[in-house]
């Protein structure tokens, strides 16, 4: 009796799992047709662009074809095989994908590409998130007496982590041999963006031209790496403190001075000089203006040291303008490493009145911890 029992709940389950397969199976089939529909669809869309793309052969044919010339960003540029000549940018209203078109005297299109790297934000998908043009500058960056071409966009996402948010995209278009075309190096398109080095052109200049690079802060794993490349510590902020199982710790803020710019990154580096974390609290900005100053103490109330810091930064409004502003940045101690906070940068922006003291307590207290007396 008990065999046939067992035997009947052996069955029960081979039943179950044969539904169970059979219902997965279906769910992974509809959504390799939907993957595959989707690709499909993206295809067909991408062909109509560029069936508009290559049909513009005038000036006039631009607008046409569903681009937004950028009136304000038109240039002249000594465009080799073809003496001077009008560089024409353009957004596809659609997908607000660039192109830049490239007329002569007449009006006639002798060269246009759309091969940028602010075309690549979101891979997969027609629409970018490109919103206008940042910076155009004209440089021979490589030494061959041709005009390549420094180009800023501003991009800002729908959705995701950055939705709403404005960054900057960098890319550099260098003039062939010959003077007929224009091509990119995608691998200097990557470190501009990936490095932080797509604030200005002076900044794409300075990495291009001149061999200067902020990629070190990111890579380096020593201190003494950190100082070979020219990173300047300010000593006044830097401290031993112990993080738990991180051990004890040396908190070493230091800047990198490129183009005018002061980028600011902070390295929590071992008694051996192993860099163990790296922070980057300028985000978005362009350059640290003055820190104000750098906490380590328990901010959730977990037991663990965070760090907190807050500092002015300075950065280029859409219109050119200087700004400052100042910002605070929460790094929480998690296992193995530090995470920033989102949470109280959601609901308080800090002024210039503020003091590290004011934010301790206001960051504490959102936790539902008071400061001591």
Not at 43 to 54: G, M
Not at 71 to 100: H, T, W
Not at 202 to 208: H, N, Q, S
Request: hydrophobic share 35%; charged share 25%; net charge negative.
């Amino acid at each position: 009796m008990k065999k046939v029992r067992r035997n009947r709940a052996v069955l029960c389950i081979i039943v179950v799992l044969a539904v169970l397969m059979k219902y997965s199976l279906v769910a992974l089939a509809s959504e390799t047709l939907d993957g595959a529909q989707k690709q499909e669809n993206v295809k067909s869309l991408y062909q109509e662009y560029r069936s508009r793309l290559e049909a513009i052969k005038q000036k006039q044919d631009i607008s046409d074809n569903g681009f937004d010339i950028q009136q304000d960003q038109i240039f002249p540029i000594v465009f080799g095989g073809y003496g001077e000549v009008s560089m024409i940018p353009a957004f596809d209203k659609n997908y607000c994908r660039l192109a830049l078109f490239f007329a002569d005297g007449q009006g006639a299109i002798i060269y246009k590409t759309d091969q940028l790297e602010s075309n690549n934000r979101i891979l997969g998908q027609m629409k970018q998130p490109n919103s206008k043009i940042a910076a155009v500058s004209f440089q021979d960056l490589n030494q061959d007496t041709l005009m390549d071409i420094i180009l800023i966009t501003y991009c800002v996402n729908d959705s995701g982590a950055y939705a709403g948010k404005t960054y900057k995209i960098g890319d550099v278009l260098f003039q062939n041999a010959k003077g007929t075309a224009f091509y990119r190096d995608y691998r200097i398109a990557d470190k501009i963006n990936r490095f932080g080095m797509n604030k200005s052109s002076e900044l794409i200049a300075a990495f291009v031209r001149d061999g200067y690079s902020t990629e070190f802060m990111y890579t380096s794993t020593t201190l003494e790496e950190l100082l070979e490349n020219g990173l300047e510590i300010i000593t006044e902020q830097c401290h031993f403190r112990t993080f738990g199982k991180l051990g004890r710790l040396q908190v070493v803020p230091g800047t990198y001075h490129i183009a005018d710019y002061d980028v600011f990154m902070i390295y929590l580096v071992d008694e051996e000089g192993f860099i163990v974390s790296s922070l980057q609290p300028m985000g978005k900005y362009d350059n640290l203006y003055a820190l104000k100053g750098i906490n380590c103490r328990d901010i959730d109330g977990d037991g663990l040291k965070d760090i907190i810091v807050l500092a002015r930064y300075s950065y280029e409004g859409e219109d050119g303008e200087l700004l400052v502003e100042p910002d605070y940045a929460v790094y929480y101690q998690r296992t193995g490493g530090f995470s920033i906070d989102t949470e109280i940068k959601s609901t308080y922006q800090c002024s210039d009145e503020d003091t590290m003291e004011i934010l301790v307590e206001k960051a504490r207290a959102y936790w539902g911890w008071e400061t001591e007396s």
